[in-house]
């Protein structure tokens, strides 16, 4: 089964703190987004990533940036976390062609900022 | 841009009754794929059922079909002999054909209770 771990399930932080979300996979898999869920608004794309060291823009980047320095491993960065990032954040991966388009999630990570 | 819409944000059937459950969607496109995910309390996203665009019968996964109009860019979630363990956050998503990197976009969510 694909395995797809977000290492940290809640995390509290403070205004103005650096955040870290790591998020790792363990198929192989070419593309890796990351998700931001709130209530009313389902999941909305921050990045994704489709190769080592590329990354695109999803619809709500602002605020976030994003690494990926092995295929394995893609990280959301908050910069200066703010109360408005507080959110559940998924992470989720596939393989590129057409057997690619069924996507897998992580179990999330809620953080809370404070 | 693709936007999906789900016009129901709770719904809520009867242990054993038949629910459905409405998604539309707007696109240009003639190649994609559209999804079912359930979200239980757990948060993991799962799978429920897939259906490709260039195909005209609809997909079928035990207790969970789908109605697949693709003229009427509207893609419904039939779940069948509802069951306790079917309550949980339903969403339906769109992908493109076009690239395979491509994203899932997302409706805003039905929330389905199963009342015993």
């Known amino acids: 089964d694909v395995k797809v771990t977000q290492s940290s399930r809640y995390l509290v932080k403070r205004t103005g703190e650096k955040v870290f979300l790591e998020c790792v996979q363990d198929?192989?898999?070419?593309?890796m987004f990351w998700y931001r869920q709130d209530p009313g608004l389902g999941l909305r794309l921050i990045y994704f990533?489709?190769?080592?060291?590329?990354?695109e823009k999803g619809d709500i980047p602002e605020g976030y940036s994003v690494s990926r320095e092995k295929k394995e491993r893609f990280s959301l960065i908050l910069e200066s976390a703010s109360t408005n990032q507080t959110s559940m954040y998924l992470c989720?991966?596939?393989?590129?062609?057409?057997?690619?388009?069924?996507?897998?999630f992580g179990e999330g990570s809620w953080l809370t900022v404070v | 841009a693709q936007t999906v819409t789900q016009s129901q944000p709770e719904m809520s059937v009867q242990e054993a009754e038949t629910v459905t459950l409405s998604c539309t969607y707007d696109?240009?496109?003639?190649?994609?794929?559209l999804f079912w995910y359930k979200q239980p309390p757990s948060r993991q996203m799962i799978l429920v059922i897939r259906?490709?665009?260039?195909?005209?019968q609809n997909a079928t996964e035990n207790r969970f079909s789908v109605n697949f109009q693709k003229a009427a860019k509207s893609f419904s979630l039939k779940i069948s002999d509802s069951q306790l363990g079917d309550a949980a956050m339903y969403f339906c998503?769109?992908?493109?054909?076009?690239?395979?990197?491509?994203?899932?976009?997302f409706g805003e969510g039905t929330q389905l209770t199963v009342n015993p």
């Open positions: 989720a991966s596939s393989a590129l062609g057409r057997i690619g388009n069924t996507i897998y």
């Open positions: 198929m192989d898999h070419e593309n």
């Open positions: 990533s489709y190769d080592v060291k590329m990354k």
């Open positions: 696109t240009s496109e003639s190649d994609y794929y």
């Open positions: 259906q490709e665009a260039y195909k005209q």
């Open positions: 998503a769109y992908r493109s054909g076009k690239t395979s990197g491509s994203r899932l976009t």
